[in-house]
């Protein structure tokens, strides 16, 4: 009796092709990451329920995978967010302050599966933690990064949107609706969805007098470039502390996305984002595809005051945001925005050697490897039709064979697989023309516009 | 009421600096493994426990994290072989043979906690996969790749052990002792620890004749160069067909690795070699610290003739190899042998801009992380004093400033925060120390000795 093989409806598990450009991905994350002085981190996938679930409630513990071990009450992350913060409150005497980390690794929630919402996905974060307090300079820096992630990889058409929680606070404590402000963001943030007429129903139906619903529709409403977003909240200036502070922070934000190169076009002030309501505390972001706004924001995040309040009495604010790698991977996939024109072959070159002695075949492979190309030296008795059949379904780049001839002349024979154009020459000589084809197969980006 | 924060007894949680050199070994496999043209996989951590476990039975299946989330029953992977076998039966149609794959990733035990074993661990393993046959050769690549993976990283004195075990089936057999093999291959592995009249002794309390004792500790009492040994064998010949058999796999896999370039020191034929009963059936290795042997092996593997026999009625030959990658860098820490020259530090060059206005600043990051250094941009507020401490505490190699001398002059202030010295020079001269230096620091590898 065979078991069925299969994989969990809601897991990821790539074909070797795809895995490759999702490796690609990974490590420009982390190159990228690492070029801005971040140190990797690595935590448990499993945490002790008590202390995963401290700060308890909402949605999200629903969705938790939670089980017993013995006398263990374990859960899995279910972000990267809440380990870091046991993490500094854990080691706080041993890090060095504004702490700097990132971390690329899977989360888990019981989620409805559905297209392109994953129960186990890989969550790529930055979080800049500062000990007492943090420079506002921090909350620029951290969306300039991400800018720097995309367009590493690829992606052009992206807009990181910029708001920040205390103008949205404080606009409400105008209005003397500071305990509807979590209801009132909710319904605003269906805007897109139902239109304005729709909102201001709703509104007017949660208690919310004409003249305020009015006057919140018309603070949503503001648009333009961000010079003109800025100048239409002066307009609110001097009637409330925190709407001031806020608005300082914003074009403080803005004028240093600005200093870190981050252009124009990729980051606008949008005052509907407001990201959850109880964690953030200042600036707030979200991403979107400008061409494909239905999948929703790709990467999120903000700044918070409190980072570790559930464990430790130490004021951590900090500011962090998170891309969604699983979830950008199945929609770049979807929408046939990853280049498959790029090299995803197990290999750069294959080795066919056509002699019994193998010595030879491994020594030229080491001069190649040696030189940072990838050879898979093919090892198995079979037809020469066969072996052919498996570099072209491998999509090997070049295919090198090594007879008798070969050896004794010192010169290596030499297939390019997309031109068919095969050469004899010698080592370094074939090592350049790989080496010229390998670089032009790799000059483009993982990511398609 | 604060929560005490903690990490679950058995799991691993590196401060910064440690894992940094973790990062560091895990970059040098991955490369390692795909200049042998190895393609990456990654499968998920949880799979249905009827699947996961179905070989079932034994001392692993009491380990397994298993629990259910709705109406699933789900199991966290145990090690990366299983996963496996589910994936190439699963997408056998789609894959190209020999497979040739290396996955790293998390695997979960609920062993009992005690020092360098722990319930999650990383493993990073390679194997490749047949469809119906795999030539011989296959067996010595594998630890030839082992091989060129502990040579990167700097590790020096350890020797890969070979056996086969069609080898030590067939000389049971010969003494007609097929049915006790597994019990005596239990006891015999004991010889190191007891020596070698307490195991004859309790192979006689097994059942085993004194004469077939005596034959015993005579077999697995060769010793020798890899020659000597290969020579005692061939004094067996020519008495069981299977022996016969295992004795030509083993002279080929031992003239094979030298000439996948295996310095003789760096590997041995060890007739006590056996690892575990039913699933391996050619080429067995184990890997030891030549002045560690206390620690036992840090890489094991060998061949198997069917790797997803449970799925599918496919014949699925293959070889693969493990390295234990938690418990490895765990010995090497307790040992003194990671390198801790290297740096570890966040970033290379702090860069402590000393005017208001950080556009300088970043610019100036900017064209070093264009050259490949890596750039903290210190944004805080604080004393000279506080942030020259800053730099001290995360060990950066080079602090540069940035004031308005600076910048009206168009040179970089960088300061060797080893060496103390400080210079003032054009941008070029500056990256031209500063990768200097770095390249001095990076030199050495990640394991001394």
Redesign the interface.
Known sequence: M???????SG??????KQ??L??KIMQTLRETY???????????????S??LL?KGGGETEKQI?R????D?D?SLRFDLTVPL???V???YS?????F??YQIG?A?R?ERAQRGRF??FYQADIDII?DG???I??EA?VPAIIYQVFNRLGLKKFQVQVNNRKVLNGFYQMLGLSEQAGDIMRTVDKLDKIGAEKVKELLIEQGVSEDKAGEILAFIGIKGSNEEVLGALDGYQGKNELFDLGLDELKTVVK?LS???VPQENFAVNLTIARGLDYYTGTVYETFMVEHPEIGSICSGGRYDNL?E????KLLPGVGISIGVSRLFYVLNEQGMLNEDMNTA??DV?LLPMVE???PA??LA?RF?NA??????????RKFKAKMN?AD??GVPYVVFLGEDEVRDGVVACKDMKSGEQTKLGFDETLQRVRDGLAKKNEGRVILG
Chains 1, 2 share one sequence.
């Open positions: 065979k078991i069925q093989p299969r994989t969990l897991f990821v598990e790539l074909l070797p895995q490759i999702m490796e690492s070029l801005y002085g971040f140190t990797p981190l690595d935590t448990p996938a499993i945490e002790a008590e202390v401290a995978y089980f017993t071990k013995g263990s374990l913060a046991k993490y409150a854990l080691h041993e890090l060095a302050f504004p700097k980390r899977k888990y019981g129960r186990e500062g307090k943090l420079d300079s921090n820096e240093y200093a870190f190169g570790a559930y464990y430790t009495d197990p290999a294959l002695d193998l010595s491994v020594e080491t490897r940072g190309v990838r050879v898979q030296l093919y090892g198995e008795q498996y379904k491998i």
